[in-house]
């Protein structure tokens, strides 16, 4: 037991293989390849990612669709994005990822809207092009201010191979705004990833370098992979602004379509969410020889790591607008620090998410001396991996695509302190008596990113460590009942 | 539509001012094609609830897994409980060579890993789009071994182009009966009521239905059960099959001496299934939301049994009655609109109605014809439901119009309702599927005699609130 107890929290592969040998010997050897633990000195050590979910095990993984409207089209807020299908895909997108944005409902706002072609058996049988055809015009007839159309297709639409292509272009000549196909089907790809590509490549062809900007400047950049989660891409704005830069594009957050077409105009992209967003900036590097740096804005140290390494590519007044800013808030971090560590130190947390944040976050939980000893992405490739392993202590597991089951497995084993995950696995785990924060959504809060977001998250996962509503779970009268967590 | 009307429109100002006028109105209800925030979800969804209520059952979407995350992630936002659904993850293969292949594996894999009790097979629209044999597919599963010959499996086409959520239920309450029901012998019964709730994200219904039978001394099933998997308490433990009706009341079913359906259009062919081929007592009942619809209920279930309504529940009736009576002043004469699945709103109606309270617009996205009659008919039964316009087919944004044309005291709907309360400036209050920005509201019941006093509650102390919250200094008191 004592022995167990130093061990808490560390992974070893034996314990992983012990998991596994509940699968089928096909899917304990697929699996295995998904699941590492990272050994002492191992800088990079070999994982298999962006590979097929095993049909018949829980996956967290969302669609093309999901990563294309959901997390790509979803915040541009002055553009009408269609769920073109069925109504099902639209309405479980609807509203759910907490991209806030500025502006009038209806007028230079959408984002909170649901708009689909609502595919019904007809459809299917005779294909939805003529009713997305006059379904541009009924939007742009009863939202006069729109900037612009997206076609998401949902999997029927390919399926019965409707040309979205052909109708958007038509009805953008018509209508005088950019309609942008994008072929988003969920069938396509093996999770959201591939959506976001998609995205990206309808950016690029239809909306990117479509319009110019009266009034370039010599700070200018757009700040990209920032989705406004409760509030993020604001508090990052403020930082950048604070160091003189002048951010004239978000992708996608708070965002418009005229950004979207400038941005090939600005002097440096900087980048938070790699995987979503990464294609685009490789190519405004090649066709507009923009530069692009990534950058991670969780936590303290990784924000001054940041601002220094952004502060680099501009000259010395901006350096030390740069460095006054880390001066400013430093002060201000410590105490958030001071006021949370003795708390948190030595806390074990284990990860899964989607995104940049099974890596970004580690450094905002060490600050806070915390340890992740466990990580994983929904839908990550390789270069994300190659980017988490000198993050991660030795004897800490890594897993791709992990499934409900083995996440469950781990957990009981490991026994974190905290989970940091997504809806699905929230209320599973906090039933074990673990506590749990979203952190796809930052559990209805935030905003998590920047100076403004690092004292929330401080707090919020105080909240859910020293939570004295765990104490409940223990039924007082029952003396052998089964000791419960905490 | 001409959509050269506005074109002279530039100013945002001027558009979100053109955005509440009787003009736009006219226009938006014009429309043909577009669908804006359409307040229903798809069949698949209903399905999964449906198939959550069977012990030990697993619910298996085939098709995308995106489907799957994503009711999983509605039904999870709603409950704030864990819900357990695989996928077979269909991807563009399957679009090609069609998805049994991943059956085949996903049922092996599924079955060793989570040792259910049974499968709830149900479709994406995928699968629908391209024809898969379900019938055919599980045979050749089982062929392959993965599952035991025997293991019970049961199916539903559940494509998203038709109906909504509460046709989804209904073909997996319905698939459930016939692929895992024993027909029924006709000779004897197992003495006991089965009571159907249909489409209904309340544990706290579920539990006062249980409550309610119970206490008519009438012995009874509830099938499907889904109350544990929608609200299981917390032990320091996770269970993947907190509860459930067991598999044999299932299995029994047929032999039930009768059928109650809470429900009208969420059952609408399980119904007919039970009634006409199985030649059960059964009746179905309007939701009873409010005194009147639960009585209705009380006395069917006395018809049907024979049994007395006892007389804690007639007590349980007049404090009902005397909440009504104490709130009736907070109610009488507010205008309110409503949306929402065409059950809930049938017995919210004839709850309001009774209140005193006037319905003047009613949204039902997946509502039919029928609907408009059978509501039509409880609004025409009541002199407070002469001016109300039921609008059938039509999406929140209709909503938005009427109630900036029309405008009433309160809106009543799930949380999707609150861009358009904001936007009328009246409270919602959050009744329905899903409610994401509450805690716990489904955890109390909104039928029975119960209900009909956490409604009153709700719907009176928010009319208070708002009159707290906004009246000038000198008209602030203490008493309401």
Known sequence: ?486 | MSENTCAYRQSKEEVAEWLNSPEYREMNFNRKALSINPSKACQPLGALLCALGIEGCLPFVHGSQGCAAYFRNTLNRHLREPVPTVSDSMTEDSAVFGGQANLIEGLKNAYQVYKPQMIAVFTSCMAEVIGDDLNAFIANARNAGSVPRDFPIAFAQTPSFVGSHITGWDNMFKALLQSLADPRHGRWTNGRLYVVPGFDAYPGNLREYKRLVSAMGIPMTMLPDATEAMDSPHTGEYRIYPGGTPMAELADALNASGFIFMQRYSTVGSYKFVKNVQKINTEVVTMPIGINNTDKFLMALQEMTGKPIPAELEKERGRAVDSAIDAHPYIHGKRFALFGDPDLLLGLTGFLLEMGGIPAHIVCTNGTEQFRKDIQAVLDASPFGKDCGVHVGRDLWHMRSLLMTEPVDMLIGDSHGKFNAKDANIPLVRIGFPIMDRVNLHRSPIVGYQGAINLVTMIANTFIDQVDCTCPDRLFELMR
């Open chain 1, 1 to 486: 037991m004592a022995e167990q107890q130093d061990l808490k929290g560390y992974a070893s592969r034996a314990m992983v293989d012990e998991v596994l040998s509940a699968y089928p010997e096909k899917v304990q050897k697929m699996r295995a390849k998904h699941i590492t633990v990272k050994e002492e000195g191992c800088a990079s050590c070999s994982i298999r990612s962006n590979a097929k979910t095993v049909p018949g095990l829980m996956t967290a993984r969302g669609c093309a669709f999901a990563g294309a409207k959901g997390v790509v089209f979803g915040p541009v807020k002055d553009m009408v994005h269609i769920s073109h299908g069925p109504v099902g895909c639209g309405y479980y997108s609807w509203g759910n990822r907490r991209n806030l944005a500025e502006g009038t409902l209806g007028v230079d706002n959408f984002v909170p809207f649901q708009f689909t072609s609502d595919f019904t058996e007809g459809d299917i049988v005779y294909g939805g092009d003529k009713k997305l055809e006059q379904l541009c015009r009924e939007v742009k007839a009863l939202f006069p201010t729109v900037k612009g159309i997206s076609v998401m297709s949902e999997c029927p639409v390919g399926l019965i191979g409707d040309d979205i292509e052909s109708v958007s272009k038509r009805m953008s000549k018509e209508l005088g705004i950019p309609i942008v196909p994008v072929r988003c089907e969920g069938f396509r790809g093996i999770s959201q990833s591939l959506g976001h590509h998609i995205a990206n490549d309808a950016i690029r062809d239809h909306l990117l370098a479509k319009k110019e900007r009266p009034d370039p400047g010599p700070y200018d950049v757009s700040l990209i992979g920032d989705y406004n989660i409760g509030g993020d891409a604001w508090a990052s704005i403020k930082i950048l602004e604070e160091m003189g830069l002048k951010v004239r594009n978000i992708w996608t957050g708070d965002a418009t379509v005229e950004m979207l077409q400038t941005a090939h105009q600005v002097k440096l992209n900087l980048i938070h969410c790699y995987r979503s967003m990464n294609y685009i900036c490789k190519h405004m590097e090649e066709e507009y020889g923009i530069p692009w740096v990534e950058f991670n804005f969780f936590g303290p140290t990784k924000i001054k790591e940041s601002i220094r390494k952004i502060a680099a590519f501009f000259d010395e007044t901006i350096q030390e607008k740069a460095e006054a800013v880390i001066a400013k808030y430093d002060p201000l971090m410590q105490a958030v620090i001071d006021k949370y560590r003795p708390r948190l130190e030595g806390k074990k947390v284990m990860l899964y998410v989607g995104g940049l944040r099974p890596r970004h976050v580690i450094g905002a939980y060490e600050d806070l001396g915390m340890e992740v000893v466990g990580t994983g992405y929904e839908f990550a490739h390789k270069d994300d991996y190659d980017r988490t392993f000198p993050m991660m202590g030795d004897n800490t597991v890594i897993y791709d695509d992990v499934t409900a089951f083995e996440f469950e497995e781990f957990v009981n084993r490991m026994r974190p302190d905290l989970i940091g995950s997504g809806i699905k696995e929230k209320y599973v785990f906090e039933k074990m008596g673990y506590p749990f924060r979203q952190m796809h959504s930052w559990d209805y809060s935030g905003p998590y990113h920047a100076y403004d977001g690092f004292p929330i998250f401080a707090r919020d996962m105080d909240i859910a460590l020293s939570s004295p509503t765990w104490g409940l779970a223990k039924v007082p009268w029952q003396k052998d009942a089964k000791e419960v967590r905490k």
